[in-house]
Structures are given as structure tokens and as C-alpha cells.
């Protein structure tokens, strides 16, 4: 399997938020309660998303056959934010492909560390 990873596109955008939704609700199940994650995840909507955009630049992992398969977000050129692989995809290399193509990124826009 390959993996690609590529700025946030408006077709992106459903299916990433599917997968934070996914990875918030299987990531911290024995953790919180249901009703806890169930509010979280539903800070996550078209709209909501749309605003993060406005402030963090998002890279998003894509399968081969065009799914994604994990989220990361850059703010401020150094901050990272919003970093989520599919649960099913977790220790693939998804997330190291996420971070090394956000680290260099960061350090085209004159980033020192993140």
C-alpha cells in the first residue's frame, strides 16, 4: 500500500471529518464516557471545519484507491494540530508520512522547530 499525502481539498473534507469522528470514538472509548465522545465528535460538522480552515492549514493522507486515511493540521507555520489516522490504519507509517510532510512544509515557510 502507498500512501500520499496532499493539501486539504473541499472534496477532502467529508471524509475527513469521518475520520476524526472514527479516531476520536475509538481512540478515547475506554477512557470517557460515550456521552462525552459523542460531544466532541459532534464539534466536527461541514461548518465547523470549514472555520478551522480559515486558521490551520490541514494535509491529509491518501489511500491508493483515494480514501483518507489520516489528518494533520499546521497553524501559525509551527503549530501542529488536528493529527488523526484512521484507527485501521494506525501503525501503517500513515502518521509518519503526515508528520514528515508537514515537518517540511513547516520548514519551507521558515519554521525552526514545531
Do not use: W
Request: charged content about 30%; some cysteine; glycine content about 8%.
Amino acid at each position: 500500500m502507498s500512501i500520499s499525502v496532499k493539501p486539504l481539498e473541499e472534496t477532502d473534507i467529508q471524509q475527513t471529518i469521518d475520520v476524526i469522528r472514527k479516531t476520536i470514538s475509538s481512540s478515547y472509548k475506554s477512557i470517557y464516557p460515550r456521552e462525552l465522545i459523542d460531544s466532541f465528535c459532534s464539534k466536527y460538522t461541514l461548518e465547523t471545519f470549514g472555520e478551522r480552515m480559515k486558521i490551520i492549514d490541514h494535509f491529509v493522507a491518501i489511500s491508493d484507491d483515494g480514501t483518507v486515511i489520516g489528518v494533520l493540521g499546521l497553524q501559525d507555520n509551527h503549530r501542529l494540530r488536528s493529527f488523526y489516522v484512521s484507527p485501521e490504519m494506525q501503525g501503517k507509517g500513515v502518521g509518519r508520512a503526515l508528520f514528515e510532510c508537514v515537518e517540511k512544509e513547516a520548514r519551507t515557510r521558515g519554521a525552526k522547530k514545531l
